[in-house]
């Protein structure tokens, strides 16, 4: 009997292991509950916000910013109370915790003491762990006041109310004029949602050269190709060319160097790397096809684009220029150029692009496009905004804060390269590198995350790089295709289970059509039906529905 | 439990004392089954996760309920059949094969007398301790389309056409099943084998005096006293029948697209569908799917086991 009733015992516990194996693992989730929508009436206030403050034109910041008798007073308030308030600021990195951690929050603390009153403690966490962190930290209402919502999800975070409107107040108006004249319009209200402000983003390229061609330069020698006259101007980056001068190219190298393989590319990538096609709503199943000049969702698989891609990238396959390996290979693009395994390979180009990839790939690079498309794409400005937690206790501090993040390069050298003396020293031509004695390895603060920092363009700028880069990145970002549906979110919950399905199909015949391994004649009409019945119609249905609500909102159209 | 061969029916009093005696045991068991508590019973409750549209702010408890909402994706689309299908036609061979294959080598084992006995045990456990990550490198190393030791040392020198391993269904269903087999024989194959040694060697001494031949030692001693731990085992196997390894069915195949028809089960089905959408429900529910018709199944089998053979019955 005993042994009967033990061995019941054990078999529940094996089913509850069961259950308790399972399910767990995912760290944020998307919730059911809409964004707060706050009518449609406050959308105009998006183009107009930025010149409210017009009537304080005189008002300087000490970075010579303009600003608000508000901010300027909010400032000697907390000055006079005596008490600076401690404000916490969370961001991510590759490596977690850096050792320097609190010394440079002590060093941006005397700073910000200084222009604005307020301490900063500086919240550092590794990517692994920080979208499940944030969630904690956000939902459980500890402190933390400024955060980068790169990885936990700028829509998650919008859907589940952790997000401070910059709206409210006027805040953004009264508090954040050095952000206005730093962001380009097009991009600052990019993270508007609902009518709600809800993040900035940060200072990077926003868009992308679209197929970008990267070819190592020892092996364009080795066949004698005359690249240096095909440049347009003097210190162009890259040269502007065509499909069949890059077939031509990989034709030669095939046959000179048959042993390694020609070309290469990250699986999932054709699609947003070489097309001007906008992932609306941050999927392929429904898409703008013409996204400069229209709202319409549709079917990115059955286009003639598409095939066309596909072709080419077949084209290629066939003749040879593929690995045999590359479905399966998860190696990246540079390692292998770098070990001598690969000779060319494909990249998305922005200012900067050459001296980036000749480093990874540790020998120099040439750099080719093919057409001359640059392409922002709708999703580019709320990939990592920078968000105020909508349950700090000083917002108005907060917005400060953010604001001096953006104009201050005192504070935006610390925050992106720490302490100089210490971690950094400057270079005599103006550069700056690791500070004797310090490398990547033993450095107390080097997080090699600039991108995620609110204002790269005002640190210093590491050796390696045009002391330009920046400047060419802003006329870079000015010059950029945006697609019309920027800004928008797409809350996919209503229809998960077509998103289930249709990410199963896609993967099932992905890699297959864009690394060229099949026939697309032939294999893209089973993906076509395949999509067809995973409900692809019911979701670019459902996708339409909420862009539409959405331009309408924002007044596009 | 193991030892599951007829126990006389004993006195009150015997069983008292016995009781007695195991006290240290059940002290020994404590920590264990206080771990099994914290880890696996407090966390049941959570399985209202799965009817509920969560929300990291209202919290388990506090988030709306849903309904079966969360579980229209595992049956709504054209999918659901065919990783129901793999999940339970793929766990039904490995069930079989290896069984059979696990009592194959625990008996070849206990007949060894060599003094190589550990060596070969040791060999044979080895790839159950390998994560599944190294395990597809090793296929890989065998299956690569540009440098694997198929293609270019058997096939070439053979005259054959190189195969692109990944990107042929009909080939996988086999290799998933050799690879699972060569995977997970060591540890069943002990279970088998700890078992046959504790068999009474009493049985064997009188049937060799009797002039019984070996193969009859095996089939009229070592299988029917195996009986028991064979159900038992196969007993839990069909408890998760619903589960695959995910190791086996998503790194080993190297996540190739062109196979998912064949490798695409249940557990990989969610994990790439949710990869992206992050919804704790509806992993939940998936969970809970997969655990209730588990529990079914071992219910079921378990009745089927106690009309067939009362004695053998898990409970």
Redesign the interface.
Known sequence: MK??????V??G???????????A?????????PAADSGSGESTAASSAGTTAAGSEDLKDVNGYPTTQDAIDAIQERKDSGSYPTLVVGFMNFAGTPKGIERISQKISERTEETLGVDVELQIMDMASYAQNM??M??SGEQMDLFNAVSV?FS?CVN???LYDMYEDDLFAKYGQGIAVVVPEQYLYADVVGGGFYGITSQKEQGQGLFGISIAQQYLDGIGYDYNSMYENDGDEWIYTDYDTITDIFKQLHEKYPDKTVFMTDKGTVVGQCMPVDAIG??YFGSLLDPMNSLTVEDLFSSDQYMEICKQMYQWNQAGYF???A??D?TGTTPAVKAGSLMAYKTALKPGIKAQESNLCGQPMVMFQIGRENFSASNTCNSMPWCINSQTEDPVAAMQLLNAFYTDPVLSNLLCWGEEGVEYQKTDDGHITFADGVDASNSEYYNNVNWEMPNQFIADIWEGNDLDVWEKTATFNEKCDVSKGMGFIFD??EV??????L???Y??????LELG?ENPEKLIPEMES?LK???LETYMQAKQEALDAWAKDNGKE | MARAVNQPVMSKAKKKSLMKRSIPIYIMALPGLLYLFINNYMPMPGIVLAFKNYNAKKGIYGSPWAGFKNFKYLFATSDAFIITRNTICYNLVFILVNTFFAIFVAIILSELTSKWKKAYQSVILLPYLLSAVIISYLVFAFLSPENGFINNSILKPLGREAVSWYQKQEYWPFILVFVNLWKGIGYSCIIYLSTIIGFDRGYYEAAAIDGATKWQQITHITLPLLRPTIIMLTLMAVGRIFYSDFGLFYQVPQNSGALLPVTNTIDTYVYRGLLELGDISMSAAAGVYQSMVGFVLVLGANLLVRKLDPDSALF
């Open positions: 042994k009967r009733v033990l061995a019941v054990l078999t516990v094996m089913t509850a292991a069961m259950l308790a194996g399972c399910g693992g995912n760290s944020d989730s998307t919730s059911d509950t969630n904690l956000l939902a999800g998650p589940k109310g952790y941050g999927d690995s045999k390996d479905l399966t998860t996919n919950s998960a289970s077509e998103y289930t399905a990410t199963n199909v993967t099932q015949y992905r890699d297959q391994f395949a019945d995973a409900g």
